[in-house]
Structure formats: structure tokens, C-alpha cells
């Protein structure tokens, strides 16, 4: 039975990126207005139907807190399309050196999207947006303990994709996911890249099978409270990120390291935010049950603190919000310096920044190299010197860690996926997102010529456009299509009027302007006259 559940995951993985390549040879030759309605479209549907979604993936998963699932909703839908919205992804999107080089928006093809059970719903949506922004598919792959959620999510932004005018099986999700069908997707003709969010094994296969991959790690968040910090926000602030959503999202902090003359005020301040420090007996029963020799036990993930007191064989007040365990070492030595994904903090003190500084770098080394470090101090100094030297590549400070990384409380650019770098097996050490999911034309000009004779050098330029800017001032690409579109005494309505739908078609116009390629020709030649 289980052999014929995955060949029927690697038929149905197969048909579904055919029908999204199908789809996708169409949308490529969509506008931007087009374009941006659609994903403005999906945005809304998603955060409209956040409580709804939040409630499916904790009745599927048992992860988390609905209320916080939520807001991870909302923010992968609405505050992810607030911060692309205004990002060029069709035709013409930078002009620089005073016309001489034109920078010219691509689709990528087809995404697979690996979807985590921690955040099914979230990153599902999250995905589908970045995607389609860039004129892309999208084959989500979901994990088998979230399958249902995050293929209703997925159903939700599709139909108001397809409302909107996009075609029909541009967004598709896996509903046999088995790793045999997950392996078949990312290597398929019609995959174009891979947008890996999830374990580290899940990762590495990404990165294996021969396509385009983004893959993101693990992260061990260290939180330091340096001396100079605001004792009171910090504690608040890590007890919000390592609870938020029950610790799952893979920024949330692992570990509160606090400058020694703050240790006492720390301590007594997070008893009054509801954490609770085990014994020695207490963290030994941790350890066995929870870490199980530096290695996660997934039953605790997402779990709230008293439920994982009591599996792990002892009982705490049922306001619990941390628990908390002393600890002096990193390392297997110290299996709760593992990376937890829980409300659970290891704890430790140290005698100044620079011994926090060596314990951050050894708990990132430790299974979050490159990923996320959270600093509360008020001492920029010593702050820059945390940003300069930290082996990672999200560090924020006096913020929760969890979302600040994620950019809802920082200016980080919101996503659902953070790259850790070539440090932590990655190609990308920003936060993903649709800037990503696109290829880039460059159109140059001569600078230094070799032979003489009058050629186009350049394109003209708006009156409005700035020497010294790289961004073309008001819409550049608009501009020329008028132009080409004048030229060629053939004004259109709709950019697909006069364009095959297709899938396929060889009979593209450029910059969407219904001119056939003969006609572009002519007019590219004659254009700077």
C-alpha cells in the first residue's frame, strides 16, 4: 500500500508541474497592472480567511496558538504584499547610466515550494505571492502531518488568483506528499527552482537535486542581554519570541545568555513574566525526555510549557509561559542547547560582552550558524561590534527575536523564509522574497568603443528621470510601450489582445505591447532618432 502511495505522490507531483508550466507560459506575458491585481487579489483572500486557516493548521499540526497562527497569516499575506507591491517585475525595472544599461524583468518558470508543518499556512501563502509576483507557478510539496491546511490555504489564494484573470493551475499543492513525490517534484523538466523552508535534511535534498535551489536551515537564536540594556524590555521581549506561537517559527530565541550584573534583576524580572527555572533533577528529566541526547524529540515542538513539564515527567504552575534551565556549556554535553522550537530557554550568565560574544557564536555554531542573533543593549559600540563579528546574518536588536527576523517589528523585509547564508549551507543570507524569484535581462549600451561610426548609444530617457538616480523616475516601461506602441500605429487596450494565450507560443511581444518581434526590430533601430 505505502508503494503505491508513492508512485501515485510521483504521478500526481509530475502532472501537477505540467499543468503549472502550462499555466505559467501563459501568465508570463501578463502586464504589471495585471500582475499586481491578481497578487494584491490573493493577499486579501489569504488575510480575509486567516482565523479560518489558523484554526485548520492547529487542529491538523497541534503546534502553536491559534491567535498567533493568525497574525503569521495576516503577516504572510498583507504584509508581505505591502512590501513588494511597489517592486517592478515586468519589463523594464531599473534603467541605469543615463540610458546606457536597462535592466529587464524575467519570470523564473515553475517554483516548488517545500512547505514546513510548523508554519504551514503562512509560508503556503507566503509562497504563492512571492511567486506569482514575479510571473512564476508554484508547486507547493506539504509536509504529510500538514497536508490538509496547507492545500485549503493554497485553494484559498488560487481561486482568488484565477477570479482575478490569472490562468487556471498556475498555484498547485501536493495531496500525496511523500518524500518519493517531494523528490520527484524538485527534479522535474518542468521545475524551473527549488524554495526549500524546513528541516535540514529536507534542505540538503533540495540542493541535490540538480535545479536552482533557496534552502533555508535551522537557527539556535541566542538572545544577549549586555549590562547597559533595558533589563525589563529584554526579558519581555524574549519571554514574547520564545512563546510566540509556542516557539516554531526557527528565529524564535533557544537561548537567554545575561551580563552578569544584570543576573539577579534578569531572573527575579522573568519569574514575573511566568518563567519557571527547573532543578537540577527537573532539567536532568529535560534532557532525557525533551533533548534526548542533543537530539529534538518533535513530539514537544510547538508544545505550551506546562504540557511539556508534565511529559517530561514533572508539573509546574499551569501560567507557566518558560521554561528555563540553567546551563554552563554548549553542545552535546549540554543537550539543551539544542535549538528547541519550544518555550524553552537555556540559560546562562557571563562576566561581559566579549564572553557573551564567545558563548553567541558558540550556540550559533551549534546548529544556527548564519541564521538569527538577538542583542538587548543600549551601548552601540558594543552593538556594532555584535553586528561586525556575529557569524550571523539576522541580527536585531531590542526587539523580540522571532518576528523581528521575520520583519514585523524591524525593517527587514517580511518573509516566511530567512537565509542563512553560505555559513549555514545556503546560496542566500537575506530574507526571501520576491526579489528572489526572478531573473534579470540586462540591455548595454557601448561605453568604450573599439570602432568608430554613428550608432544608438543609448535610450532616451524621461525628462523626469535623474542622471545621478538608478531608478527610472515614474513608469519608464510605460513610457516606451506608448512609444513602441505610436511607432508602430498599433495602440492595444489590453497588452494580451493582440499576444497568443497559447501555452508555448514563440509569438511574444515585447514589453507586452501586442507589436509583433519583426516590428519591434524596426522600431529598436530607428527608436533614438
Same mark, same amino acid.
Given at each position: 500500500?505505502?508503494?503505491?502511495?508513492?508512485?501515485?505522490?510521483?504521478?500526481?507531483?509530475?502532472?501537477?508541474?505540467?499543468?503549472?508550466?502550462?499555466?505559467?507560459?501563459?501568465?508570463?506575458?501578463?502586464?504589471?497592472?495585471?500582475?499586481?491585481?491578481?497578487?494584491?487579489?490573493?493577499?486579501?483572500?489569504?488575510?480575509?480567511?486567516?482565523?479560518?486557516?489558523?484554526?485548520?493548521?492547529?487542529?491538523?499540526?497541534?503546534?502553536?496558538?491559534?491567535?498567533?497562527?493568525?497574525?503569521?497569516?495576516?503577516?504572510?499575506?498583507?504584509?508581505?504584499?505591502?512590501?513588494?507591491?511597489?517592486?517592478?517585475?515586468?519589463?523594464?525595472?531599473?534603467? !541605469?547610466?543615463?540610458?546606457?544599461?536597462?535592466?529587464?524583468?524575467?519570470?523564473?518558470?515553475?517554483?516548488?515550494?517545500?512547505?514546513?508543518?510548523?508554519?504551514?499556512?503562512?509560508?503556503?501563502?507566503?509562497?504563492?505571492?512571492?511567486?506569482?509576483?514575479?510571473?512564476?507557478?508554484?508547486?507547493?510539496?506539504?509536509?504529510?502531518?500538514?497536508?490538509?491546511?496547507?492545500?485549503?490555504?493554497?485553494?484559498?489564494?488560487?481561486?482568488?488568483?484565477?477570479?482575478?484573470?490569472?490562468?487556471?493551475?498556475?498555484?498547485?499543492?501536493?495531496?500525496?506528499?511523500?518524500?518519493?513525490?517531494?523528490?520527484?517534484?524538485?527534479?522535474?523538466?518542468?521545475?524551473?527552482?527549488?524554495?526549500?523552508?524546513?528541516?535540514?535534511?529536507?534542505?540538503?535534498?533540495?540542493?541535490?537535486?540538480?535545479?536552482?535551489?533557496?534552502?533555508?536551515?535551522?537557527?539556535?537564536?541566542?538572545?544577549?542581554?549586555?549590562?547597559?540594556?533595558?533589563?525589563?524590555?529584554?526579558?519581555?521581549?524574549?519571554?514574547?519570541?520564545?512563546?510566540?506561537?509556542?516557539?516554531?517559527?526557527?528565529?524564535?530565541?533557544?537561548?537567554?545568555?545575561?551580563?552578569?550584573?544584570?543576573?539577579?534583576?534578569?531572573?527575579?524580572?522573568?519569574?514575573?513574566?511566568?518563567?519557571?527555572?527547573?532543578? !537540577?533533577?527537573?532539567?536532568?528529566?529535560?534532557?532525557?525526555?525533551?533533548?534526548?541526547?542533543?537530539?529534538?524529540?518533535?513530539?514537544?515542538?510547538?508544545?505550551?510549557?506546562?504540557?511539556?513539564?508534565?511529559?517530561?515527567?514533572?508539573?509546574?504552575?499551569n501560567n507557566t509561559t518558560v521554561l528555563m534551565a540553567e546551563c554552563?556549556?554548549?553542545?552535546?554535553?549540554?543537550?539543551?542547547?539544542?535549538?528547541?522550537?519550544?518555550?524553552?530557554?537555556?540559560?546562562?550568565?557571563?562576566?561581559?560582552?566579549?564572553?557573551?560574544?564567545?558563548?553567541?557564536?558558540?550556540?550559533?555554531?551549534?546548529?544556527?550558524?548564519?541564521?538569527?542573533?538577538?542583542?538587548?543593549?543600549?551601548?552601540?559600540?558594543?552593538?556594532?561590534?555584535?553586528?561586525?563579528?556575529?557569524?550571523?546574518?539576522?541580527?536585531?536588536?531590542?526587539?523580540?527575536?522571532?518576528?523581528?527576523?521575520?520583519?514585523?517589528t524591524t525593517g527587514l523585509m517580511p518573509s516566511m523564509t530567512l537565509g542563512p547564508g553560505?555559513?549555514?549551507?545556503?546560496?542566500?543570507?537575506?530574507?526571501?522574497?520576491?526579489?528572489?524569484?526572478?531573473?534579470?535581462?540586462?540591455?548595454?549600451?557601448?561605453?568604450? *568603443?573599439?570602432?568608430?561610426?554613428?550608432?544608438?548609444?543609448?535610450?532616451?530617457?524621461?525628462?523626469?528621470?535623474?542622471?545621478?538616480?538608478?531608478?527610472?523616475?515614474?513608469?519608464?516601461?510605460?513610457?516606451?510601450?506608448?512609444?513602441?506602441?505610436?511607432?508602430?500605429?498599433?495602440?492595444?487596450?489590453? *497588452?494580451?489582445?493582440?499576444?497568443?494565450?497559447?501555452?508555448?507560443?514563440?509569438?511574444?511581444?515585447?514589453?507586452?505591447?501586442?507589436?509583433?518581434?519583426?516590428?519591434?526590430?524596426?522600431?529598436?533601430?530607428?527608436?533614438?532618432?
Open positions: 500500500m505505502n508503494f503505491d502511495k508513492d508512485l501515485q505522490s510521483i504521478q500526481e507531483a509530475r502532472s501537477l508541474a505540467a499543468t503549472a508550466k502550462e499555466a505559467q507560459l501563459e501568465f508570463k506575458h501578463f502586464n504589471q497592472d495585471q500582475v499586481d491585481k491578481i497578487v494584491k487579489a490573493m493577499a486579501d483572500a489569504g488575510y480575509k480567511e486567516a482565523e479560518r486557516l489558523a484554526k485548520l493548521a492547529h487542529e491538523e499540526t497541534g503546534f502553536g496558538k491559534v491567535q498567533d497562527k493568525i497574525v503569521k497569516n495576516q503577516f504572510g499575506t498583507r504584509n508581505v504584499w505591502e512590501s513588494i507591491k511597489d517592486l517592478k517585475t515586468v519589463g523594464v525595472i531599473d534603467v !541605469q547610466q543615463n540610458g546606457k544599461v536597462l535592466k529587464i524583468a524575467e519570470p523564473m518558470g515553475v517554483v516548488a515550494a517545500l512547505v514546513p508543518s510548523t508554519n504551514p499556512t503562512s509560508t503556503a501563502m507566503f509562497k504563492a505571492i512571492i511567486s506569482l509576483k514575479c510571473r512564476n507557478g508554484i508547486v507547493a510539496s506539504p509536509h504529510p502531518k500538514s497536508a490538509r491546511c496547507t492545500a485549503e490555504s493554497l485553494t484559498v489564494v488560487s481561486d482568488a488568483a484565477e477570479k482575478t484573470g490569472a490562468p487556471k493551475g498556475l498555484i498547485q499543492c501536493i495531496s500525496i506528499p511523500t518524500l518519493e513525490g517531494t523528490d520527484a517534484l524538485m527534479k522535474d523538466k518542468n521545475i524551473a527552482v527549488i524554495l526549500a523552508t524546513g528541516s535540514t535534511p529536507m534542505v540538503r535534498a533540495a540542493y541535490s537535486a540538480g535545479k536552482p535551489a533557496y534552502g533555508v536551515g535551522a537557527g539556535n537564536v541566542p538572545a544577549f542581554i549586555e549590562r547597559t540594556a533595558n533589563y525589563q524590555k529584554a526579558v519581555a521581549d524574549i519571554v514574547f519570541g520564545t512563546t510566540f506561537d509556542n516557539g516554531v517559527l526557527c528565529s524564535s530565541e533557544q537561548a537567554m545568555i545575561v551580563d552578569r550584573p544584570l543576573r539577579d534583576k534578569v531572573i527575579e524580572e522573568a519569574k514575573r513574566n511566568g518563567c519557571y527555572f527547573v532543578s !537540577q533533577e527537573e532539567k536532568k528529566k529535560l534532557e532525557n525526555s525533551v533533548a534526548r541526547g542533543a537530539k529534538l524529540n518533535a513530539d514537544i515542538v510547538g508544545k505550551p510549557a506546562p504540557w511539556i513539564a508534565n511529559y517530561a515527567g514533572f508539573s509546574v504552575p554552563t556549556k554548549v553542545g552535546k554535553d549540554e543537550p539543551l542547547s539544542i535549538e528547541k522550537l519550544s518555550p524553552m530557554l537555556a540559560f546562562y550568565t557571563v562576566d561581559g560582552w566579549l564572553e557573551g560574544c564567545h558563548r553567541c557564536i558558540e550556540l550559533l555554531e551549534f546548529g544556527g550558524i548564519g541564521h538569527t542573533l538577538a542583542i538587548h543593549s543600549n551601548d552601540k559600540e558594543v552593538i556594532m561590534k555584535f553586528a561586525l563579528e556575529k557569524p550571523a546574518f539576522r541580527i536585531v536588536v531590542n526587539t523580540p527575536s522571532s518576528v523581528g527576523a521575520v520583519g514585523y553560505t555559513w549555514g549551507g545556503s546560496i542566500v543570507s537575506e530574507n526571501v522574497t520576491a526579489m528572489h524569484l526572478m531573473n534579470v535581462k540586462t540591455l548595454a549600451f557601448e561605453v568604450n *568603443p573599439v570602432n568608430s561610426g554613428k550608432c544608438v548609444t543609448s535610450f532616451d530617457l524621461p525628462q523626469s528621470f535623474s542622471a545621478k538616480s538608478t531608478q527610472p523616475s515614474g513608469n519608464f516601461t510605460k513610457q516606451i510601450e506608448e512609444r513602441l506602441r505610436a511607432r508602430a500605429g498599433n495602440p492595444v487596450t489590453n *497588452p494580451l489582445d493582440n499576444v497568443s494565450r497559447k501555452a508555448g507560443s514563440t509569438k511574444n511581444v515585447v514589453l507586452g505591447t501586442g507589436i509583433s518581434e519583426e516590428e519591434i526590430q524596426k522600431i529598436i533601430r530607428e527608436f533614438n532618432k
